[in-house]
């Protein structure tokens, strides 16, 4: 069945096809705050966007139940980061300097407490801050690419001031296109789910949980019928006849990249991979990486 338009959904409808922008709290892991959210809301699954250790904070997008199909939107989304580093001594004159070195390509490995396998690899770094500096710890905003580690970055840090350092607190106050202006907490989402099941009004649900649409801005996007949504839904690719609008941006179609299908009432239908012109009078433009409907 083809979903209705995103702003006209039940709130039971968000709930099975919603995202949450949560602010994550100190102390439970990104796996357990998803597991008290999927209980929460009665979800067969929840998928978040990029683990959060227990100490840290901020955000972290849940995907519910069938809004999981879509966690690999998340699996390139750059991260931002504010972060405490704690120096080993006096910070020295030079610290906007030598931190400003590290901006650019750089190369990191895990630290041995990762869930991956520890081997050299390279990371992008778009902006290093230092927003402020107090006796033996300065401020920095940290904007990256998906799988770098802050830990390791503050470590490298003091390396190159030559006081050493590690890293305090730190917060990620944006994954992708959400970030802290619109968190939610999970007393939020509790009082929502309180007032939806005992007094029947979902005002506050609805401020909590967005249609799970909502995690696909940014990416390139194309209308389809919805006699070809319903296609998608049996499986079958994308054709060309089935296209009606194209929204690509600079996307190349020899470079393979994930689009969203949606139908022309903003419904999102499918997750794939463009591979042929949408223009065109026939052939296949869609390969499904994943169904949404």
């Known amino acids: 069945m ?10 039971a409808e968000l709930l099975e096809f919603g995202v949450v922008n949560l602010d994550k709290p100190p102390g439970p892991s990104a796996h357990q705050v998803a597991a008290w959210v999927r209980d929460m809301v009665d979800a067969d699954r929840i998928a978040h966007a990029g683990t959060l250790d227990p100490k840290v904070t901020g955000c972290l997008p849940l995907l519910l139940d069938d809004a999981a199909r879509m966690a690999q939107v998340f699996d390139d989304a750059d991260k931002e980061y504010v972060a ?11 610290l906007h300097d030598v931190v400003s070195t590290f901006e650019g390509r750089i190369y990191q490995k895990p630290p041995r407490k990762s869930a991956v396998r520890r081997q050299l690899r390279v990371r992008e770094m778009y902006d290093i801050d230092v927003l402020e500096v107090q006796d033996r710890q300065a401020l920095l905003r940290v904007r990256c690419e998906s799988g ?9 840090i003091g390396l190159a001031l030559g006081t050493g350092a590690h890293m305090g607190h730190l917060r990620r106050t944006a994954t992708g296109t959400f970030d802290d202006t619109s968190l939610e907490t999970l007393e939020d989402l509790a009082d929502g789910l309180g007032w939806w099941e005992d007094d029947d009004d979902a005002t506050a649900l609805r401020e909590v949980v967005q249609p799970a649409e909502r995690a696909l801005v940014g ?13 998608v839904a049996e499986g079958a690719p994308v054709y060309a006849p089935g296209v009606i609008d194209a929204n690509l941006g600079d996307a190349d179609v020899d470079k393979r990249p994930l689009v969203a299908c949606y139908t022309p009432n903003e419904a999102a239908v499918c997750l794939g991979r463009l591979v042929g012109d949408p223009d065109a009078e026939q052939g296949t433009v869609v390969e499904l990486a994943r169904v949404l409907v």
């Open 2 to 11: 083809l979903r209705g338009p995103p702003a006209e959904r039940s709130p």
């Open 84 to 94: 405490v580093l704690e120096l080993h001594g006096p910070a020295p004159n030079d």
């Open 148 to 156: 770098t580690y802050v830990r390791k970055l503050c470590h490298d």
């Open 219 to 231: 990416l390139p996007s194309l209308t389809i019928a919805p006699s070809a949504a319903r296609e």
